[in-house]
Nanobody, 125 residues
Framework: QVQLVESGGGLVQAGGSLRVSCAAS????????MAWFRQAPGLEREYVAA????????YYADSVKDRFTISRDKAKNTVYLQMNSLKPEDTAVYYC??????????????????WGQGTQVTVST
C-alpha cells in the first residue's frame, strides 16, 4: 500500500502562483508514475500532469502546459506541482495519484491505484 498526503493549497489571486505537495509513504518502491488531477464542483475529475517516478519524464494537460510544472524529490518521496499564472478556472480540489501500472493511459483516473485526500486551490478574480 502507498499513502499520499497533499498539502499547500489555499487562496490566491488570478495571475499569482502556488505550489502544492504530495508526500508518499509505504511501499513507494512499487510506484512508477505519480500524477495530479483536479476536480471542480459539478465536474468530473480531470488530469493535470504526471511524472515518471523513476526516469523523471513529465507530461501535461494542454490546459496547464507552460503554466504548471510537476517535479519530484525522490529522497523525500514527494511530488510537487508548481502553478504559475493561475486563472479562476484553475479553482478545484487538487488530488495526488500514484500507480504501479506500467504503460498506462496517463489521463485515466482508473489507471491509478492510490489517491490522496485532496487539497483546495481557489483562484480569485
Amino acid at each position: 500500500q502507498v499513502q499520499l498526503v497533499e498539502s499547500g493549497g489555499g487562496l490566491v489571486q488570478a495571475g499569482g502562483s502556488l505550489r502544492v505537495s504530495c508526500a508518499a509513504s509505504g511501499h513507494t518502491f512499487s510506484v512508477y508514475t505519480m500524477a495530479w488531477f483536479r476536480q471542480a464542483p459539478g465536474l468530473e475529475r480531470e488530469y493535470v500532469a504526471a511524472i515518471d517516478w523513476r526516469g523523471g519524464g513529465t507530461y501535461y494537460a494542454d490546459s496547464v502546459k507552460d503554466r504548471f510544472t510537476i517535479s519530484r524529490d525522490k529522497a523525500k518521496n514527494t511530488v510537487y506541482l508548481q502553478m504559475n499564472s493561475l486563472k479562476p478556472e484553475d479553482t478545484a480540489v487538487y488530488y495526488c495519484a500514484a500507480t504501479s501500472k506500467i504503460g498506462l493511459v496517463l489521463y485515466r483516473t482508473s489507471e491509478y491505484n492510490y489517491w490522496g485526500q485532496g487539497t483546495q486551490v481557489t483562484v480569485s478574480t
